[in-house]
């Protein structure tokens, strides 16, 4: 298998595999008093701990100052990120137009009227579009829960400014708070200016079942029943996959150096779609992170490009059409549509994301076979 869909979920890491089996001698409740539920216990906290140094490393935050709760998905966590954002008197948010749809989903749960700032073809906001926004819909500074914009796109891979929406969120005084699942845990930045952000273990090697929400605020209680988390989360703590999750950060940050051939690679791969497929690189003159490449197939047909994806997986190579939330439906990206995309087009998008395991030998085997299977659904 050649893998390029690291955007979706990235390969669990074998030493955290290989590392658990001895917890699997005791399965005790966490949550339990006794001695082995206790130890396991011991195994969240001191978990959360080593969270706190690596935040504090690696992305400048004050942790003092926040409250972490363990979730069990990335969804999840951003619900709970706007939930804990959100003041019923203050029932507008400015979000930007290109979020992952679990974030506009909890705006929509929450009846938070969602006040979007403008898109651009380029995949990035611009920060003074909000006092553009607030002037157009005549709505007081007042009334706005916060500003929400994700950090890098899934999609598109675009790096958004978000410091210098922060300098602009600091003047109207509003809190920004962002999903940062696609760059948490997987290399440093600066979340200092931050108000809330998430991190999602699967997306960093943890494999499945744990993420967390940072908040400056005291967390908002999704659903009750039991006492953990600090009464922010109800339900017995899945202490595997929260040792997984800070255990694969650590590692990340810790390996940065085998990213840099990345770069290489995003090159070698959109110059090939281009002069090969005449494909159009989606955001690519924005600033983007060197791991995905957002394209689309102008020259195929909607039927042609089914042919396209069913072929790569007949041939073991993995990619996607897009978010992993929509890829099993026939939907149009609406971060395309919103950039100025036909539907059409936006149904002729493929999205390939690399990763820190990703060689040189397979981006090869890649583009050979690629090319065979383009000329023949072509």
Request: charged residues 20%.
């Amino acid at each position: 298998m050649i893998y390029l869909d690291y955007n979706s979920t990235h390969p669990p890491l074998e030493f955290l595999r290989s590392n658990l089996e001895s917890y699997y001698s005791n399965w005790a409740n966490p949550s339990g008093i006794s001695f082995f539920s206790q130890k396991n216990f011991a195994v969240i906290e001191q978990s959360r701990r080593l969270l706190r140094e690596l935040l504090q490393q690696y992305y400048h935050v004050e942790t003092s100052r926040f409250s972490f709760v363990f979730a069990s998905t990335g969804t999840e966590a951003v619900h709970q990120m706007v939930a804990t954002f959100f003041d019923p008197q203050k029932p507008y948010a400015i979000v930007s137009p290109y979020e992952h749809d679990s974030f506009y989903g909890a705006c929509e749960i929450l009846g938070l009227k969602t006040l979007l700032l403008p898109a651009y073809p380029t995949g990035r906001i611009e920060p003074k579009d909000v006092f553009q926004v607030l002037e157009e819909h005549k709505i007081p500074r007042e009334k706005i829960s916060f500003v929400g914009c994700i950090a890098v796109s899934n999609e598109t891979g675009v790096i958004q400014p978000i410091k210098e929406l922060a300098e602009v969120c600091h003047q109207l005084s509003l809190p920004l708070i962002s999903d940062t699942i696609q760059i948490g845990g997987k290399r440093p930045w600066d979340f200092s200016f931050l108000g809330g952000f998430t991190i999602n273990g699967h997306k960093i090697g943890g494999g499945l079942g744990a993420s967390v929400v940072a908040t400056l605020r005291t967390p908002k209680t999704l659903f009750k029943g039991g006492l953990q988390e600090n009464e922010y989360r109800a339900g017995t703590e899945n202490f595997f996959a929260i040792k997984n999750l800070v255990d694969a950060f650590s590692w990340q940050m810790q390996n940065q150096e085998a990213y840099r051939k990345n770069e290489a690679f995003q090159k070698q791969i959109e110059d090939f779609l281009i002069k090969e497929c005449n494909a159009i690189i989606v955001g690519k003159d924005s600033l983007r992170i060197p791991t995905t490449t957002y394209a689309i197939f102008p020259e195929l047909s909607i039927e042609n490009m089914d042919f396209l994806f069913l072929s790569l997986d007949q041939e073991g190579i993995v990619v996607s059409t897009g978010s992993s939330c929509k890829s099993r439906t026939r939907q149009p990206s609406t971060t395309l549509l919103r950039m100025g995309f036909s539907e059409e087009l936006a149904l002729q998008a493929l999205r390939f994301s690399t990763g820190i395991f990703t060689t040189q030998e397979e981006i090869d085997v890649f583009i050979e076979k690629f090319k065979k299977i383009y000329k023949l659904v072509l």
